[in-house]
């Protein structure tokens, strides 16, 4: 997995919220516990970006290592004729509901993919009635069915058209979207090419089976063929798939959509580089969060970080904590302080006391 940076959003401006002060607030007790400023972020985070037009990225990321995100995923789709494409959230994800893994968050239709598709499946549907004119060889009952073919098709076109312009002066008066029009306008070019293609049915009813023609015909089949299964691809990908169970957030800075599995969290700790040697993985971590002062949540160390960071000034061990959070109390962005019980120390009579009094409360 690839390490990615935290945010200054999330690290500096919450731990400079926690502390309340410049410096940064860790303090060590008499019987061996560190406090320290603490920020909860999700444990998983997919996200939905524009990066440029016609360009959207999803990402999935992971919050564990300490003072860094873990790139799980990552995927870029591109469409052509940037104009064309647009984002559709489903109308069940806004803001604060969840989504569970699997479900559909949104879509990404490009209207010129479907333009292509259509117009490249009518190209294959005359293609093969030429050929299937050709194979049989041009009877005069044939002739008359392709004749009739074309006066079908030049009807069903000037039908159309004669809707084409009334959606076009609806649209300068907008009465009807820009994407309503380019619906229309896309299915008057496939009549374009069903009237071209029927017309050309008649000359190829006209003349006798050719050997070569035929061949020439089977290779822009095949070539089509490969085009329409790769547009289909294209078709496919449009739907954007939420791999986590999560809560949405929507108008982010960085993102369009972001799903954030909140049970459990993970705590981001600053924990003074030189008590690295007392911080043992696997032990306790109690968290009180400003919002929630009278609650204490209990969680476990799970990561320290290999080499030290500058964080104000002062050289820090990013320790991460992962708290279990089953009524989504805690949220993303949150701060508050933590109690570390170090390596050689108990918990004292002030952190005894504070827990006990919680699990009264509670």
């Known amino acids: 997995m690839q390490p990615a940076g935290r945010s200054p959003l999330r690290v500096a401006v919450g731990l400079a919220a ?15 516990e560190l406090t320290c400023p603490a920020v909860v972020d999700a444990s998983h985070t997919f996200s939905l970006s524009f990066i440029a037009p016609g360009q959207y990225q999803w990402a999935l990321r992971d919050s564990r290592p300490p003072g860094s995100q873990a790139l799980v995923s990552q995927r870029v789709l591109e469409f052509e004729r940037a104009d064309l494409v647009e984002l559709r959230l489903e109308p069940q994800v806004v ?5 569970a893994s699997g479900q559909t968050v949104a879509a990404l239709r ?6 292509q598709l259509a ?20 009877t005069s009952a044939e002739v008359q069915a392709a004749e009739r073919q074309v006066a079908v ?12 312009e009334r959606m ?23 009549h374009r090419h069903q009237v071209a293609a029927a017309t050309a049915g008649v000359e190829v009813a006209r003349r006798a089976a050719q050997p070569e023609a035929l061949a020439d015909l089977d290779a822009q089949l095949d070539a089509l063929a490969a085009t329409i299964a790769e547009l289909e ?10 791999p986590i169970d999560g809560v949405v957030e929507l108008g982010g800075i960085e993102s369009e959509l972001e799903v954030h599995t909140l049970d459990p969290v993970y705590l981001d700790l600053p924990v003074p580089a030189a008590y690295r040697p007392r911080l043992r993985e696997g032990g306790q971590v109690f968290f009180t969060a400003a919002d929630a002062p009278d609650s204490v949540f209990v969680g476990t160390l799970v990561a320290v970080a290999t080499s030290a960071a500058t964080l104000q000034g002062r050289p820090v061990m990013w320790a991460s904590a992962e708290l279990a959070n089953p009524d989504l109390v805690l949220r993303r962005g949150m701060t508050g ?26």
């Open 233 to 242: 691809r294209l078709r496919g990908e449009e739907a954007v798939v939420c």
């Open 110 to 115: 490009s209207l010129h993919n479907r333009e």
């Open 153 to 164: 098709a030049e009807a069903e076109q000037a039908a159309d058209r004669a809707g084409l």
């Open 18 to 32: 926690a502390c309340g002060i410049a410096a940064l607030a860790c303090l060590v007790l008499p019987h061996g």
């Open 168 to 190: 076009r002066l609806l649209a300068e008066r907008g009465l009807v979207s820009a994407v309503d029009l380019e619906v229309a306008q896309l299915q008057d070019e496939v």
């Open 119 to 138: 117009a490249f499946e009518a190209q294959r549907s005359a293609l093969a009635a030429r050929r299937a004119l050709l194979v049989a060889g041009g």
């Open 337 to 362: 302080s933590a109690l570390i019980p170090l390596d050689g120390g108990q918990l004292g009579l002030f952190a005894r006391a504070r827990l006990g009094l919680w699990r009264t409360l509670r």
């Open 95 to 99: 803001t604060g509901a969840r989504v």
